[in-house]
């Protein structure tokens, strides 16, 4: 103990930019982000497993769902991971005119999403199930409009990077920047899978 | 010393004079803010140790907003058929006393300490994204006062903290309490998420080299484990909350039992999140006795590594065991089980820590400052709140306890007399950390004293109303069931209510002590180690500086401070100080590094959290309103986003002297 | 040997003191006492919890004693610095297990408590229960051993005080409404909470002839205090009769009763919409049927039929009986208790004050949303009972014809 005493770093003048994991703070933050967004997720996927099969008025889930549909647009949202990656790959390239195009091509794939579940959504409604009529109504909505909302929030994440990439405003590490947004897609890309398969491929 | 603290208008260089920097337009809307002394630095700063005193204040007003509240509670209950309040106001109170307590007391002013007191701790000189750490204070703060100034419109939310459907519905419930309620605690919501995941990249990511997870101090340890709790269970409250919101803003079925809802969906969502709560809320305390009991036993922690550990299993069991709160609400008899034996498994890790702490204090050399008074306090009472609650999670024993006053004993002993009293430990023991003054030790042991017999006067009877059958939330309660004799229940509730007079006046006995530490010209500068201490944070002067170390140190024993300070003799094993601590503060201040880059000020954090409640009224009142909440988000996270956290080199006029920019280090580069 | 019974002369006396203490601080027959079982679930409760609350204490004594000679033995007088150890293992380990052992023999019993509680398959008698702002419903239905054993051959619907006999496993149905509440007397068995949309059972068995108070226990709104519950437990013999009286047609005042007559005439006009009185004849001959759905948020309004069997009103939160005459019952000894319990409310022992007060302003004398004019969320349904606006006279007719129900 005594050798220890009034010991005092050499080193500590480089501490600050090498993190303790080796992690940047900004990927271990996104991390942690998407560890909370499962969560949310289950809670709202709980919610509709409990309550898809209770339908006092309205149309049943077997009645209006429309599987080659949605089978189509989750095609697309699954294409947008892969030219997210391109993407990713591209800018630790620091190929800017390729980052920019990849990333494009994502959020106009997620566009074609959201703009699929606009029209699901529409078709549901003529077809008698309002977001008031049912539990399974309550509950579709709310899960598929939360995974909307993600969707939309990632395409404006993808149009706000392409604009800063092209007028170089990105602050601090371009690459990074864009594989933070892609762990986000691929994450809310993740989800769909799950909430497909649970919500129109398995019958109540 | 070449200390570069940017961008502070006044920035000491070489030679210790001044210059002063002006900063130039930033890429956003606004010129970067540079004041660091008016009150407009606070409203702007991004400084971890600030945004801590914020919280800590902000957190303390809200406690004496709920305190008031407890003492109408109380001083209705006084009597039988009390007429103090109306049953509405009754249930208001009740429902906001909680919700106080809970989500802007206790969690907040844990926040206020890990805040302050983390980056020390491991020897950062900020938080990982100090900009949202600022975001997050403002969340709190407008969520607390949207969730407040429901009672000049129209009604506070009067549900009660668990807000349990179908009671909560429009039908039942139709002011705009709930409404307040609900979209309040999902904006404090956010500030506990951001806080989460700001304060778990901060400690895994920016420890001082050579501490290893194991070398950590168990304060920090402890508000590990409460932010992964944080990070995990707020999510759940969220979707909650928003089931509720929907249900009473926009006509959703959720709860509604004529559509076939079923109402334990709302119970098992809110307990997922409500269990791991109370670990969030004590925690902290446990961290703080375990900083002070070390300190004034003059001893390490007793099994420091069973300490930390069982923290960590107590924040994974606690996943386990919310239906312990819905014995009575008719699940069946093998989930009841299982719930049951898992609660009394979660026993076992907190029976651990109280062993360690008398373990930490046998053998010792106790002094009995009053952070240390607190301290045992809390280990005393709150081992009387953790036997009652192994009571309750014996199954059976608890449908005759659960919703009786024997609750209310049990978890306010765990609360009060243990996540507050660890939190006023901590007042004692940091403030002059913080503050440069000790706060005035005399009037501190009226404090504690008179704290002590209020705490034990108001819910010690209480064990006895519950199980004597007083049932909980009730706006009066009748003679006709208060049975005989001289101690009877009315007898114990107005010995519970003086309590909460003698309580409330060692609670202003506090406040008198801070104002009298700071205006009394008695009270001496504080000395910069005052009590001792063992950990980081009293390795740096007080209050510490903005960029905290002038040399981050390394890092070689758990307790580090105190094995610079003292040294064993290899024979003897003897102890003896071989440093104090402005000398090893010499020492290490000898060699300051070069280039600190410190995270700039910046508008963006108030303004986004000012966004959130005008979403609330929006959604609550006009849509017109909402969408200026929308865009005004919307808009302050572009200006955000395009606004780096350390302002560039070339947006000072004229550039910094004497950086090349070659070997500054960014902090937070995206945060 | 020897040191253990020094450390039991120590414990012992502590341990007398100290339940001395929690003995002399206990009101005396407080009437929702969760110590003072009387019935055979209560019991099974107690059995359990009391062993456990003694273990308790016990940890509890060795905890503080541990803290009170550490702060007398190892305060600072000067010592040196004492030796810088981190912990041992050994005996942390010990002081783990030590815990794991009690909580092992406390959840062994525990788990055995549970499913003994949760039996259904003996019961020999079944009463649905029905919460809703903010009183209780029973309702008696005449199938399987209710009828065939315990004369229920009509169903009986009642509120305010559940009626059961003495030694019989009563299995109640509890559900609920509106919001949930919780269905609980102390004194036979630990809380249920009744779910609207779910139904809950619960045990309930009276070993002594007698009164058992109870309370919701789960917050159910405005007027959450002001919900209370009766158990009445009566021999068997006394059960019969309770029944028989219960089942009797339906009289009408006799005519020399005038202002009992008059009452009648008003209940038709002023109460009857909402609170059923079986055998009640609508002016025309036809049989009055009550429809408290199109007028209470919950559907449902306490039936009056045979009111002065029973000895509470407004959610058995007040008396029927004049305090005297309250104390006459609720103090009766076992054998004399059916006797008094039956005799119902008679005009002199019925307690004028609170019964008037409630017919004059029920909304003032118990908190409900009774306002019309903030009633916009419910459609215009109460929730509870409005102020009729009677005048002195019409209460009296009321009083006197409600006098008449039993």
Known sequence: MADTAIAHGHDSGHGAHVTSTGLSNNKLAMWMFLGSECLLFGGLISTYMLYKGRVNSGPQPDQIFDIPFTSVSSFVLLMSSLTMVLAVSAAQRKDDRNTNLWLTI?????????????????????????????????SFYTLTGFHGVHVSVGIIMLMALVGMISRNRIPGNKAESVELVGLYWHFVDIVWIVIFTLVYLIPS | ????????????????????????????????????????????????KKLGIMYGVAAFFFFIVGGLEAVLIRMQLIAPNGKVLNADQYNQMFTMHATTMVFLFVMPMAAAFANYFVPLQIGARDVAFPRINAFGFWCFLFGGIFLNTAWFLGGAADGGWFMYAPNSSTLFSPSHGIDFWSMGLQITGIASLTGAINLIVTILNMRAPGMKMMRMPIFTWMVLVVQFLLLFAIPVITVALFLLTFQRSFDATFFDVASGADPLLWQHLFWIFGHPEVYILILPSFGIVSEILPVFSKKPLFGYPIVAMSGAAIGFVGWGVWAHHMFASGLGPVSVTVFSMATMAIAVPTGVKIVNWVMTMWGGKLQFTVPMLFSIALVVQFTIGGLSGVTHAVAPSDTQQTDTYYIVAHFHYVLFGGAIFGLFAGFYYWWPKMFRKQLSESLGRWNFWLMVVGMNMTFGPMHMLGLQGQPRRMSVWTEARAGEGFFNLGFWNRISSIGSLVLSLGVLLFIINVVYTHKSKKVAIAPLDPWDGRTLEWMTDSPPKEHNFDTIPTINNLDEFFHRKYAQDATTHEITQVATAEEVLA??????????????????????????????????????????????????MFGWAMEPSTAADDDFDPPAPGDGGGHTKELAPLG | MKSSRRWSNIIKPVLAVSSLIAVAGCAKDAPQDTWQPAGPNAKMIDDLQRPIFYIAGIVGVIVFAAVAWAIFRFRDRGQAMP??????????????????LILIGVGVPTVGTIFDLAKTDDTEMTINVTGQQWWWEYDYPAVGDNAEVYGISDPIVTSGQLVIPEDTKVLLRVTSRDVIHSYWIPKLNGKKDSVPGRVHLLRMEGSEPGIYAGQCTEFCGLSHAYMRMEAVVLSKADYATWVANQLEAYNSPSADNVLAVEGEKLFLQQCARCHQVNGLLNADGTPNVAAPDQYVVSGAAPNLTNLMTRNTFAGASWDLLTPECRDDVWNATPAEFGEKYLAGVSEDCLNQKDLREWLRNAPEKKPMYADPTKLTETGGKYRGMPALGLTEDQISALVAYLLELK
């Open chain 3, 83 to 100: 030796e810088q150890t981190h912990g041992k293992p050994a005996l942390e380990i010990t002081l783990t297990v030590i815990p794991v």
């Open chain 1, 106 to 138: 994502t959020a106009l794939l997620g566009a074609t999403f959201v703009g699929g579940q606009v029209y699901e959504f529409t078709a549901f409604y003529r077809e008698g199930l309002g977001f008031t009529t049912s539990l399974f109504g309550s």
């Open chain 2, 1 to 48: 010393m070449a200390i570069i603290e940017r961008p502070s208008s006044e920035v000491a260089i070489a030679g210790g004079s001044t210059v002063g920097v002006k900063p130039s337009e930033a890429l956003g809307v606004f010129k970067r803010p540079a004041a660091s002394t008016s009150w407009r630095d606070w409203i702007v700063t991004v400084d971890h």
């Open chain 2, 587 to 636: 020492e290490m201040n000898a060699h300051p590094d070069e280039h600190i880059h410190m995270p700039s000020r910046s508008y963006w954090p108030i303004l986004l959290a000012l966004a959130l409640p005008i979403i609330g009224y929006g959604l609550i009142y006009n849509r017109v309103i909402l969408a200026v909440g929308v865009a005004m988000v919307v808009a302050t």
